[in-house]
């Protein structure tokens, strides 16, 4: 039966794929989530896997070494997971939606290339009370504008240091108020109570993508997009068309008179005008 047993699992694995992680392809360690919530992970190689295959995977340990379980590949969808490649920002970022408790565990980001493929793995936790978590793990602000990013962690971690930083440019924002060398103001506040506030002002378009907020090792990831600000021709055109009339004829005795009045989604009341003779 032994016999028997080996070489099953010796077929078992010309279908498994054997990864082995590099500085080629990062990710980020170790991330949190709350039970039901969505995160987004992203993953930054280099530009010689621009135009490789990419793909994420659950991962999972056997005794002929790491394995691809449930495979999703890039600009693909797969039960609750996607998976989109943005080669302008060599990033591969996956999406998972409604995660549960199960959905703890490794996950790859891979690069498919002759012989062993090349990557780098993420450990996430999902849990009703997770030791790091955000109000929002998406937001959205206006170009010139601000948004604010709330979040929390356990007890145990009141003492560890606090950092929001940017992934791929691996720049980071500690307590307190920073300003950039460009528009942007970051002002992080820690409470000491189980919560934290972080506050971008001053965003621009270039400031969109991908960020996390950490205590200790343990992080929890945010995806910020920045919309362009609304021109005064912009605003000027929208008002246009918000902005309706109607015309309403009211005849006297000899004299029609038109006139053009505000419009209004309430019926109007009959309206009499009273024209002098001379």
């Excluded at 990062?26 to 992203?42: D, E, I, Q």
């Excluded at 606090?162 to 002002?187: A, D, H, I, M, N």
């Excluded at 005849?251 to 309206?271: A, D, F, G, I, Q």
Aim: glycine share 8%; with cysteine.
């Amino acid at each position: 039966m032994r016999f028997y047993s080996l070489i099953s699992s010796l077929i078992l694995s010309v279908f498994l794929l054997f990864l082995s992680g590099s500085e080629s392809v990062r990710t980020l360690k170790r991330l949190t989530v709350r039970s039901g919530g969505s995160l987004s992970v992203p993953c930054l190689y280099e530009e010689k896997y621009k135009s490789d295959i990419k793909y994420w995977c659950t991962l999972f340990k056997s005794i002929f070494g790491n394995s691809c379980g449930t495979t999703t590949y890039a600009n693909t969808s797969n039960t609750g997971i996607s998976v989109t490649d943005h080669p302008s920002q060599n990033i591969c970022a996956m999406d998972l939606n409604n995660l549960q408790d199960s959905d703890s565990g490794n996950y790859w980001c891979g690069m498919e290339i002759d012989g062993q493929d090349d990557g780098d793995s993420v450990y996430l936790t999902v849990s009703e009370d997770p030791v790091v978590w955000v109000e929002d793990t998406r937001v959205i602000g206006q170009e010139g504008g601000g948004v604010i990013i709330q979040g929390f962690y356990s007890s145990e971690y009141n003492d560890k240091e606090k950092k929001w930083c940017r992934f791929g440019v691996w720049s980071c924002y500690f307590v307190g108020r920073t300003k950039t060398s460009q528009s942007l103001e970051v002002l992080i506040s820690d409470y000491s109570q189980g919560s934290f506030r972080v506050e971008m002002i001053g965003l621009q378009k270039s400031d969109a993508g991908w960020y996390w907020f950490s205590a200790g090792l343990v992080g929890v990831t945010v995806h910020l997009t920045v919309t362009e600000r609304p021109t005064m021709e912009t605003l000027t055109s929208s008002s246009r068309k918000d902005t309706k009339t109607s015309t309403q004829t009211v005849e006297t005795r000899n004299t029609l008179v038109k006139t053009t009045l505000p419009y209004s989604e309430k019926p109007m009341e009959s309206v009499e005008f009273c024209i002098a003779q001379n």
